[in-house]
Structure formats: structure tokens, C-alpha cells
């Protein structure tokens, strides 16, 4: 029978924990977000993370402007690098045009970055020193496990390259004594190469595109992707219904990765603040 990992569930259950431990702490951990601009997404993303941190009983500043010079937002992120009652920076991506985002992001002081994006924490995870690591790969694993603790020598397929996503999974599955393979636009013979994962990550952008057909029986199949259909529904970018009886485990979309996300988001901000 296929387990339905339901990232819904278990990001409650990580919340609850994560507001015991905080009730413990001598202060409330302090999260500030930064979003610039009017992009809806963004706004509805900040809601939802501005909504969660406080509910574990982490403090959210909320700064928001519709337009900032690329000067004034780093004065922001020093002020906020300097300030001690701050425990995490989190500047909301995509930024506006005429931002440097490579800049921004390199601004914020690695140990207050709990999006794990820095070069410096990037850097870190692949040599395997204990670091912020980014949020949804960091939720990825702990669904993984959900369905199976040990991973040794499983073949993991990554498709999907970036920072924030394929590059950080790779990693945290070859900690995991995985062998891994990354795959991506320009990869020959996908669904082949699909068919010898023992786990499967899907963050194409693509909606469906994994069928069945690409999948080895009784494989983990966790779907990052999240894309909005003609009839207004969310899907993921593995076809859910065509896969479900092939897969030992497998992620919904939604109630899937996105809310680990949000969780992994309130860890960070946690170990950030313990690890002063």
C-alpha cells in the first residue's frame, strides 16, 4: 500500500514541537522578512510565514515597501546583521527589477540567514559542517524519512539544478550516503534515468510531467513542484493519480512539501537563536 506523505501533518507536528521548545527559551526568537514590491505570491508567502512564526511563538518583523533603492536595502540588512534581538534575516525572493539579488542575499549575515541560500552556508553544506540549510530540501528529507529512516545506498534522482532547491537536496542526500544523480533540462533519456531511482525529487516548474512510466515500483517520489491549472487547481509536477499504486510513498500536492517548508523556516530561526 502507498504512504501518502503528508507534509500538512508533520509540519503540525514540527510546530508543536518547535513552540515546547520555545516556550523554554529565555527570550522569543525574532524573525524579520523583507518583502519589496507587489507581487500577490510574495505577499500571500509572507501572510502565511508571518502567520506561522507566530503561532510557534516566533516574533515576525515585517518590513514591506513597494519600492527601495538597492543602497537602502542593504543599509536595512546591516542594521538588522547588527541587531542582537534579531535572529533571522529573510529577504522574500522573486525581488523587483533593478535589484541585485546575488548581493542582497550575500549581505546578510550567514549566521542569521535561515533560507540557507548564502554562499558561505552553501558552502559549508557540501563540505558537511553543521549549517543553516535551505528550507524546502531540509523539509524534503524529513519526509523521506517518514517512509524510510536508513538511506544508505539508495539511488536518489534530483531533477532540478538550483540553489534553492536541486543543489541543497544533492547534498543532503549524499550525507545521507545516497548515490545521486542531478538531472535537469538538459539531461538525455529523463525517464529513463528515472526508472533506477529508489527516491525520486521532482522541482522541473512543469505541471504533471512525471508519469508513471518513469517511476520504479515502490520508489519515494517527494513532488516540490507547485503549478496552477486552466480550472484554477494546484497540482505538482509528478502526475499524483497516474503514479500513487506504483510508489512506496509520496507527497500530495498541495499539503505536501510547501507546508515543511514554512516549518523548516521556524527551525532555522530556532537554531539560529540557539546557536548564539
Not at 544508505?152 to 544523480?181: D, F, W, Y
Not at 494546484?234 to 510513498?249: N, P, S
Given at each position: ?73 542593504l543599509a536595512l540588512i546591516h542594521k538588522l546583521n547588527t541587531d542582537d534581538t534579531v535572529d533571522g534575516i529573510l529577504v522574500q525572493l522573486p525581488l523587483p527589477a533593478g535589484l541585485d539579488e546575488k548581493e542582497i542575499l550575500q549581505a546578510i549575515n550567514p549566521e542569521k540567514d535561515v533560507d540557507g541560500f548564502h554562499p558561505v552556508n552553501l558552502g559549508k553544506l557540501m563540505i558537511g559542517e553543521n549549517t543553516p540549510v535551505a528550507c524546502t530540501p531540509k523539509g ?137
Amino acid at each position: 500500500m502507498t504512504l501518502l506523505l503528508n507534509g500538512f501533518e508533520l509540519a503540525k507536528q514540527c510546530r508543536l514541537e518547535l513552540a515546547e521548545k520555545i516556550k523554554k527559551l529565555p527570550r522569543r526568537p525574532k524573525l524579520a522578512v523583507l518583502l519589496i514590491g507587489n507581487d500577490p505570491a510574495s505577499a500571500v508567502y509572507v501572510k502565511n510565514k508571518e502567520k506561522a512564526a507566530n503561532e510557534v511563538g516566533i516574533q515576525s518583523e515585517i518590513h514591506r515597501f513597494d519600492t527601495i533603492s538597492q543602497n537602502d536595502l542593504l543599509a536595512l540588512i546591516h542594521k538588522l546583521n547588527t541587531d542582537d534581538t534579531v535572529d533571522g534575516i529573510l529577504v522574500q525572493l522573486p525581488l523587483p527589477a533593478g535589484l541585485d539579488e546575488k548581493e542582497i542575499l550575500q549581505a546578510i549575515n550567514p549566521e542569521k540567514d535561515v533560507d540557507g541560500f548564502h554562499p558561505v552556508n552553501l558552502g559549508k553544506l557540501m563540505i558537511g559542517e553543521n549549517t543553516p540549510v535551505a528550507c524546502t530540501p531540509k523539509g524534503c528529507m524529513k519526509l523521506i524519512h517518514q517512509a524510510k529512516e536508513d538511506l544508505t545506498g539508495l539511488n536518489a534522482v534530483v531533477i532540478g539544478r538550483s540553489v534553492i532547491v536541486g543543489k541543497p537536496m544533492a547534498q543532503l542526500l549524499l550525507r545521507e550516503n545516497c548515490t545521486v544523480t542531478m538531472a535537469h533540462s538538459k539531461t538525455r533519456n529523463l525517464p529513463e534515468l528515472c526508472r533506477h531511482a529508489d527516491i525520486l525529487i521532482a522541482a522541473i516548474g512543469k505541471p504533471k510531467t512525471v508519469k508513471a512510466d518513469w517511476i520504479k515500483e515502490n520508489a519515494i517520489v517527494i513532488d516540490v513542484g507547485i503549478n496552477r491549472l486552466e480550472n484554477g487547481k494546484l497540482c505538482g509536477d509528478v502526475d499524483f493519480d497516474d503514479c500513487f499504486d506504483k510508489c512506496a510513498a509520496i507527497t500530495p500536492v498541495p499539503k505536501g512539501v510547501g507546508p515543511m517548508t514554512i516549518a523548516m523556516l521556524l527551525e532555522n530561526t530556532v537554531e539560529a537563536y540557539c546557536s548564539k
